[in-house]
């Protein structure tokens, strides 16, 4: 069974550009999550879909951040503009069903705002 | 917010030694994980319990949970290069997984 899939692995960005990560779930998984991960942090929850439906975007500064997981499949997570503290990991993570299951996570980009 | 807090932040083993970490929460839960992440990639699941669960094991790793104290351990046995990692602990309430800042483990060959 694959994974789940990112793109890019790493992104090296000036503050105020943009820039857009790409998540492939496992296939069959109905939900998806994005997370940030600072460094010397735990992953904190940007959003989490199920299907194509936002469940959760709580914690997701949305004066910046936009996701979107069309026909839910594939998800992509955009910065608009990025500013340093955005410096982090974006995981993203799916499981099987919105309920209480293990979450299988991708690689993760790292971002470096410079 | 993050809801866990694992302790202690850092910890240092030689091979072949046994690796004890803690994590404390604060709310109810359904259920509590923990996860590995190696350096410079993402989080692989070790094992989940169940808030009516005391205690589980998987291979060398044994995880107890007493929900009176808001509190679980992990220990890891009879340790291996290859157990160097940051461990998290990651409790559920309804969808929502919610990570502590983790153990960093060094196994010393």
């Known amino acids: 069974e694959a994974g789940v899939a990112q793109s890019p692995r790493y992104k090296i960005i000036e503050k105020r550009q943009s820039v857009a990560f790409w998540c492939n779930p496992i296939s069959g998984h109905a939900t998806l999550y994005w997370y940030q991960q600072i460094l010397g942090q735990g992953p904190k929850l940007l959003i989490q879909f199920q299907n194509n439906g936002v469940v959760d975007d709580s914690q997701l500064p949305k004066d910046r951040f936009s996701a979107e997981r069309l026909k839910g499949v594939d998800s992509t997570l955009k910065i608009q503009p990025a500013k340093l503290e955005d410096s982090a990991v974006y995981l993203c993570?799916?499981?099987?069903?919105?309920?209480?299951?293990?979450?299988?996570f991708g690689p993760g980009t790292r971002l470096t705002v410079t | 917010s993050q809801q866990g807090e694992e302790d202690p932040q850092a910890l240092s083993i030689q091979e072949g030694e046994n690796a004890t970490m803690n994590c404390s929460y604060k709310t109810s839960i359904n259920n509590l994980q923990w996860y590995r992440q190696n350096s410079g990639r993402g989080l692989v699941h070790l094992i989940l319990i169940r808030s009516n669960e005391r205690e589980k094991h998987s291979g060398r790793l044994r995880v107890t949970l007493d929900t009176s104290k808001k509190s679980s351990s992990l220990l890891i046995t009879a340790s291996r290069a290859a157990d160097t990692a940051s461990y998290f602990c990651a409790t559920s309430n309804d969808y929502k997984l919610s990570f502590g800042a983790g153990t960093t483990v060094t196994v010393r060959a």
């Open positions: 993570a799916s499981s099987p069903a919105r309920a209480t299951y293990e979450q299988y």
